[in-house]
């Protein structure tokens, strides 16, 4: 039986971007919204509830970079020189953002210059990543299989609109983590900017979905014509579903189910961007086979792959479990 080994792996990938975006996404979130909670308190319960898990969120992140430069070495090689501002700022956001986690407890001279460091790192990585997003789905343009466009091209006005709607998304995931994940005063705001942040969410899917389509006549096709046509009417109305979860869960003070209905919006958000992409890995410029790297380094990374993304999974669940329920206000992990 013979494997479509670039499918297989432009799955693998696809998901390693999504387990980034929504594990990563709440605690860039919590960052994101570092500076409306002014109580030195409220900032210490916060990065205290993603303290145990973001380094291991952002694992996802170099096994999806450093598998698309392994896998689809092509399409590396053409996205990578198209994005190199907006990735280098996100690199950089991250670091700060990284190094802040461990020299804030240290300090207290100068502790608000690493809370300005934790949340600046963590809204500039966001909006670069949707930049980046907006760059790549506006189109990369390719010529004899190189990049053949200029250093500015990524900077549009659909470019800096996702930028700013995952913001929104984001400080989304990070309101409902935190409504998940702390009591009190803390969580009652945190339900408060939820709703705003869902709202906001909610509107810049429905500014998207109207755009995109007229961004490339491949987005269009797909979008309306059969049978993916179905899943036009279908995703809109999970989306609304999923939001009115997210508000029944705020007005009954439910614990998870604010975060699950946003972690659905995400899920929903980025097949979405699946099905408009497929079977393109460079929109209208490389497919997935044309991309690929040859059949015999597929199949010897796919069995690394077994391996390594089964045991990724089951560190990631096994820490989420150790650390589940609310975080003690009076205790740390530092």
Known sequence: MAFDLPFIWAAIIAFAVLAYVIL???DLGVGILFPFFKEKHDRDVMMNSVAPVWDGNETWLVLGGGGLMAVFPLAYATILPALYMPLILMLLGLI???VAFEYRW???RGEFLWDIAFA???MVAAFTQGVALGALVQGIPVVDRAYAGGWWDWLTPFSIATGFALLIGYALLGATWLVMKTSGDLAAR??????KAGIGTL???GVFSLWTPFMEPLYFDRWFGWPTLAFSVLVPLLVLGCFALLIHGLRTEHDSRPFIAALGLFVLGFAGIGISFYPYIVPASLTIWEAAAPEESLAFLLVGALVLVPMILGYT???YWVFRGKVDPEEGYH
Do not use: K, N, V
């Open 24 to 26: 990563d996404g709440f």
């Open 96 to 98: 700060f953002r990284g």
């Open 106 to 108: 240290r300090t207290r």
């Open 120 to 122: 600046g790192g963590s």
């Open 190 to 195: 945190a339900r408060g900017y939820a709703l």
């Open 203 to 205: 509107g810049a899917m």
């Open 317 to 319: 669940a096994y820490a």
